[in-house]
């Protein structure tokens, strides 16, 4: 460039950061809430980063060639509105309707907004999940795309990052970009490490990043490491800018006290003042070069493994086959697995597509968070690991709700039925912790052709949808040509003479026929469910039995008492008119050790035999 | 040493590794399962350890001078187990119980035994709860002990490590060293690094720890290194130590498919031929030197802050003040929060006692498992941060029920009615996930004078006690002469032809207020119940309220539907003789958006009209 044109781009830079300093306190002000200063210390990164470098097509957020700008700092988002304000995507006035309640603009940004990836505002999440973007882009897409990750310096205390950081670098990608926003001040004071830039430098080196230390408002500085950092080599890059929060107004800026803080009226008069911005602008951003998704093959109906009557196979087994016979169907299914994959059996789909497997390591956030990616991508991520970790990262699970992620989880070894691992192994919360996220679908098979039919299901269903495994090998119940869905379930024995009815689901299906036929040798006849569905569940058929079979039920679980199958079966009543069913819960009541499966589940409280006593007890009563 | 002494020591070495692998077979292979060859990469190690470095009275567990020994590698138990008997602590016969029903000596190490310090098992967890004793060593035992911390390089992947390595630089725990067992192979084939000692040793530097790489299995190398590690010189230390899975045996060392898996009767005559260890010797481990807790200023009667009714004070900041009397009385309380204490209201605490309260930054994970450290010390641990981001801690806290802890955990800004921020920093399922906990308390106080003697309570309280606090100023209900118990509940309003009873806790508990004087003036009178005590429940009043009032409760929360409050007040009846309630549950049953906390509560369906409206609909039906 001429000096002429150095100076017109450093002028257009400077206008933008100004426009969005300026727009972020306005937006804020008017909302008497959020954070400007966190907002500002950013301004001339993003400034650059969106006038010279992002690729984006704001009228069509599914052009698969759209970079991806995710706020992993997402209480910044005044500073996120204000660049669509600029980019011409949304109006001034909608600007100031920031955090009022039914605007798009919420106090942190979620995908209400079609240019919004997921969402955030629980920090240290937005790099794992850039991880995932980014395995999409290089290795399914090979798409272009760069993936830029805002951060703020806190977040990096947050572990989380360190697993995007390690993935990264294992898995070279090299069109993700974090750029840390190193503004010293975190909530309530100086961050950890304040402005020690050359030790975050010195952490992303470590980890195999290149790391460039820049003055975050120079914008020489700031267009040299996005030059580079938009080169791949081969390594992630982390831009590590110095930044001061609250940059541009001289009683903000670094000052304490002012995080999450909104001006008052006369202070953003004061502010703008010395702002001194020109009129407000539309900075168009330079759309994508025109690119084209791989050639896939084509989608083929799915093969389902078939299981025979007379055998014995665990359901993880199952879900293991019927993922492969998906990966043969659809090309956008994609593995992903927590080190365990010969014991989840998403090894047998790892074998199969290599190609489409990405092995996470013990490392069930970057786990989860690279499903979310996968999602934003519109693959169709299957993520396993033993059941007991996923509570590792339940907050990612709690946010990709929130980021209406289609994302399936698969949580092997479930209970006290594992056997001698013990307790640290063992899920015994999973199904309360997966009932409570919103829109979620909750499913824990008991048989193998009961399981792949599932799978395939999970596959065609948004939300976040969990399946529960069994370490076990448990009896095919039924034949291939049984049909199940999400929402139902399957009445195994009826008569006209139910007393009451068993509802169990998975392992304790088992148990419950077990029971049954105890009971019916001893002449007392009961309805047995098999609750495959725990959310949705299977309204209808619990009615039904309600009507039908004195109104009472006993529930077992292979899970702690609180939240689980007793309490979804219950939910089924308690909005309805008509008088509450009697419900007995069997579950897990004290802390487990070590054992045989049998010895575990006698000892819990959940073995046929207690089923048995509970039945009779009941019926004593009635 | 003179050269005899040196080939005495080294062979002193020798016999007890053998030992240990010795014993690693046997008992695996009694129990038909377990981690022989994890147990058998780091027995050099641990032989070095435990006859040269570790201070330890295994007659006196409770000696507060003694080391700690983590098995953070929790799946090497053989190995920990084999050095509890090469100690002496335990005979042989009961070594050859592992895994067995009953057994001391689970599948992964427990404090069922008096030696272990925390449940392990799930991984990456021994280093973070290992800052939290060290930080007890520190700064408030002042006492020299060390904290030795067994890793596997598996588990280097999870970013809870890379929050341990952060803060053990931060605070200078010098007392605390890593152990990292780098024998290559994880579960299912390589992991990640592989035998890239140096990766490793360059990411635990650049987190400003002292790294030396070493052969795991030479003697010179290892005794250095823990030479080394024993001297305090301001920064933690990690030994980085290249081993082989398998160790000692030749069809086992360094060989794929081998994992957790125990050795035939076959195989394990083989290899104890290979490994030919002299007869079973007891190696006493040395006592640690008498030491001399500090000296603690008595403990002071509470005096706890009391509030008036005329004012109104948010729960959260009636939190801050009764910490901040607790430090007062009790100088084993100490504070921990997430970088969030201006919002927590903890800073009341940190201002007061700056040599007890311990900044963990954004990092929950290391959040709780330094207030199990502390635990482990025997401090009484108050951790706080906003209730959505325990979800990030989750696994950490279902850990802590397995190794007994006892901590006291604060969630502020729970629910909808934290307003504009928007719900990726709303808490809708904490309540769930706090039930759903083994032995634990779940708290929601309604008023500041509630939530001081609460507070009090929790203290005294052992397991994981959680209480849930608001953000919004609320009325002061009670005078702070009321008294309040965990297990407890307050009747508000009663009377003899009570049509129902509403039962509320926290925010709600004020919209059934509300609910309550309109329903009055509708000449509807209904029961209103504060169950602040949301586990346990008080049940006797739950029962009388039951009987007394219709058989009918409107229950509302601040939360998911799934497993809450509503879920908890359904317990009371589930288990016992008599017919069920008609129970109608208000919950949050929408994603929400930015707004107000009155806008969100009324879009939630959980605001006071909405109680009138669920009460009189209820009414007609009867």
Redesign the interface.
Known sequence: MTITETNSQVQQWTNLAQQLRVDSIRSTTA????HPTSSMSAADLMSVLMTSYLRYDFDNPKNPNNDHLIFSK?HASPLLYSMYKAAGAITDEELMTL?????R????P?P?LPWVDV??????QGLPIGVGVALAGKYLDKLPYHIWVLLGD??M???????AF?HAT?YKLDNLVGILDVNRL???GE??LGWNTA?YQ??A????WNAIVIDGHNYDEINSAFAQAAQPNGSPTLIVAKTVKGKGVSFLENKEGWHGKALSKDQEEQAIKELNPVRSMTFPVQKPPAGQLPREPEKKPVDLPRYDLKDSVATRKAYGDALKALGAANPDVVGLDG?????TYA?EFAKAFPERFFEQ??????LVAAAVGMSVRHKIPFASTFA??F??A??F???A??SRANIRLAGSHAGVSI???????MA??DL??M?????STVLYPSDPNQTAQLVEQMANHDGIVYMRTTREKTPVLYSPDEQFEVGGSKVIHQSENDRLTIVGAGITLHEALKAYDQLKSQRVTVRVIDAYSV?PMDEETLLAAAQEAGNTFVVVEDH????GL???V??VF??R?G???????LAVQS?P????PA??ME?AGISAHHIVEAVNALLK?V
């Open positions: 909302a008497g809430s959020g997402g955090r009022k309640f039914g605007s603009l919420e106090g942190h979620t209400i969402a955030t505002g629980s920090l240290g806190s977040e205390a947050e572990g989380s990052q360190w697993e390690d294992h975190g909530q309530r961050t950890e030790a010195a952490r080196r470590a980890f195999g080190e365990v994959s010969n014991s090894e390591y013990i490392a069930e956030q970057q007991a970790f509570t590792r339940y907050d699970i709690r946010m709700a929130i056997g001698e691992d013990g307790p640290s192994q015994l919360e309360a912790m009932r409570c996220v919103f829109g959310k702690w008492p609180e939240g007793g309490d979804a219950i939910d308690t909005q008119d008088p509450m069913p009697q419900v007995v819960k802390m050790g070590s054992g045989t010895e575990l000892e009563r």
